[in-house]
């Protein structure tokens, strides 16, 4: 069984910073894509960032030149570094972890909150 455990969130005032990680444990053959999505209440899930197992990147366009995304390999965790935080960034941020551990699944973290707020 594959599990991915997130850190970092918390209450920042805008322009601070953040780094989220992720990492993932168990049975895991594998790692190819990790990413983070994020949900502000009332609001439809978004995809922030991805990036690939060769570390190919890819942002959404709100936060790119704010976000960073990486990974390492070595120790199975993503991290996603939030940077000139704003309030509209606000939000739960949520893992995810495509995994083979026999066949290929989407695993999720359990998701970590945000607040951006002075």
């Known amino acids: 069984q594959v599990q991915l455990v997130e850190s970092g969130g918390g209450l920042v005032q805008p322009g601070g910073s953040l780094r989220l990680s992720c990492a993932a444990s168990?049975?895991?053959?594998?790692?190819?894509?990790m990413g983070w999505y994020r949900q502000a209440p009332g609001s439809q899930r978004e995809l922030v960032a991805h990036i690939t197992r060769g570390s190919s990147t890819n942002y959404a366009d709100s936060v790119k030149g704010r976000f960073t995304i990486s990974r390492d390999n070595a120790k199975n965790t993503a991290y996603l570094q939030i940077n000139n935080l704003k309030p509209e960034d606000t939000a739960v941020y949520y893992c995810?972890?495509?995994?083979?551990?026999?066949?290929?699944?989407?695993?999720w973290g359990q998701g970590t909150q945000v607040t951006v707020s002075s």
């Open positions: 995810f972890a495509n995994i083979r551990d026999g066949v290929i699944k989407t695993s």
């Open positions: 168990g049975s895991i053959v594998s790692i190819y894509t």
